[in-house]
């Protein structure tokens, strides 16, 4: 339960500001646990958080080709309509009108929700790549990232044989990138939202 998933959405150069609540930030990076990837063929060093990496999207990046990426997007004008923000959360319109009564959706889980601008990354391949984010050349990201070791909002009201557990989940985006000296689309995973699952907590 929580962020029914993420909406690829393409726009111009947009001028938001970021979501992320820094006190919880904090804490989230301050934990030493890290979390998997999919089906755990990631390295787990490369999921640790830290405050210019989570969960392989990488940036503030030192030696990172401002100047080539710059020069590539330039003379590459068909990509230039695919930067702005890339992944969005999406709510879908209500078909009913909601009653007087009813409140805001709440996530079941606690989650740190990001923006970032990343520039480096692994792609599906597990192999890092540039992200081209340059002025005026952006690509960013919206995705929520559960707290570790967290359980659902409502554990207390399950049955005694059943625990809640925060699971992880994911998608593959396209994103803008250099390789060979030349512009190409890349598949990158990325974290898209955080769901409430259970589980029998009796041993079998």
Known sequence: IGCSGVCAKRQRRPNLTHPMNVRIKNKFNSNGNTLRFFDHRYPIENNKENNECIHNLCYNITDYPSERVKDLIIKKEEFHHLFGSIVQPYRPPAILEKSAIDNEDVNMCAVVKYRIWPQTA????FKKVWIANVDNYK???????CLPNKKCFMDSHMPS????????????????????????LESIPIPSSCACSYRNAVAG
């Open 122 to 125: 692994l792609n599906k391949d």
């Open 161 to 184: 044989n059943f625990e809640t557990f925060c699971k992880q989940q994911y998608t593959v985006i396209k994103l803008v990138s250099m390789k060979d000296d030349d512009l190409v």
């Open 139 to 145: 690509q960013d990201v919206t995705f929520e990232v």
